[in-house]
């Protein structure tokens, strides 16, 4: 028997089989891929339903790499915009772009283009009657004085409000649907040739160039609105926020929103028990 023979053949063998196994090896050491969620805490100090909005000292104090929403033009707020962003938050400024507010600086430049009677919710606000009036210009200004003061995001409010038969019949809205899409088309198309992002508010429906949408949603009324336009945005990357009003049980509804879209979504509830906004993704 020719034994060198089979040395060297066990030899080669055992050299390959190890060959292998550093192989193996080596790939396990490639990176691995994780896929982390997008949602982002969200705080809300411009606006709230039945309690008190997120004040300015805990928005300070608290908000990290989140989206910040602020009233723009009320006295002291904007000069804290920049410490807000310092801390990693995208801030965003709350306008009306469907009605006219008393209370407001320009009230009485956007006046003569708002209809006679105050809306029945909201008794110091006016909807805007047509859009094919100086209406653009005034809030093309406030546009302005919001990039001045470097907010990220530009909230858009009431940008539904001529496309409800009932209101332009009761309160005489001359604009149409077709109207009032292409007046927050061109604002939104404003508001990025100033450097900053449209944020949706409650409808998505001729809204694609729009950067994100927050909805409002109640304990009696929640998933109101068009589940497939909020999951079209979602899928496209885009920042969606659900602000949800007066719940005993935040966590549980949150839970119940991830379930009908993803871990993407983002989520603040005003909490029912502690009478005030909860923050979620921290």
Not at 27 to 50: G, H, L, M, W
Not at 197 to 222: H, I, P, Q, W
Not at 241 to 269: A, P, R, W
Request: aromatic fraction near 14%; charge should be negative.
């Amino acid at each position: 028997m020719n034994y060198p023979l089979i040395i060297t053949f066990l030899f080669l063998f055992v050299s390959c089989a190890s060959d292998e196994s550093v192989d193996a090896t080596d790939n396990s050491d490639d990176p691995i891929t994780t896929v982390e969620s997008a949602a982002i805490p969200v705080y809300n100090q411009a606006y709230q339903e039945n309690f008190e909005a997120d004040k300015i000292s805990t928005i300070l104090s608290t908000a990290k790499n989140g989206y910040v929403l602020l009233d723009p033009f009320q006295d002291g707020v904007t000069d804290h915009v920049a410490a807000i962003q310092a801390n990693g938050n995208q801030v965003g400024a709350y306008i009306s772009i469907g009605t006219g507010e008393t209370y407001r600086e320009d009230y009485e430049q956007i006046k003569p283009y708002l209809v006679a009677t105050p809306w029945g919710e909201w008794p110091d606000e006016f909807f805007i009657k047509e859009t094919t009036t100086g209406v653009l210009e005034v809030m093309k200004a406030r546009i302005d004085k919001i990039a001045a003061r470097g907010f990220d995001w530009v909230e858009f409010d009431n940008m539904d409000w001529a496309f409800d038969d009932e209101s332009r019949a009761t309160y005489g809205i001359i604009a149409t649907e077709t109207d009032g899409a292409a007046y927050y088309q061109e604002l939104c198309d404003y508001v990025h040739s100033k450097g900053m992002k449209c944020m949706a508010k409650n409808r998505v429906e001729d809204a694609t160039d729009f950067d994100g949408v927050l909805y409002e949603s109640y304990s009696d009324e929640k998933n109101w609105w068009d589940q497939s336009g909020a999951q079209s945005f979602l899928d496209a990357g885009k920042l969606v926020i659900i602000n949800h009003y007066n719940e005993k049980s935040c966590g549980e509804v949150y839970s119940e929103y991830k379930g009908i879209y993803n871990d993407d979504l983002s989520f603040i509830c005003e909490d029912a028990i502690l009478k005030k906004y909860v923050h979620f993704n921290e």
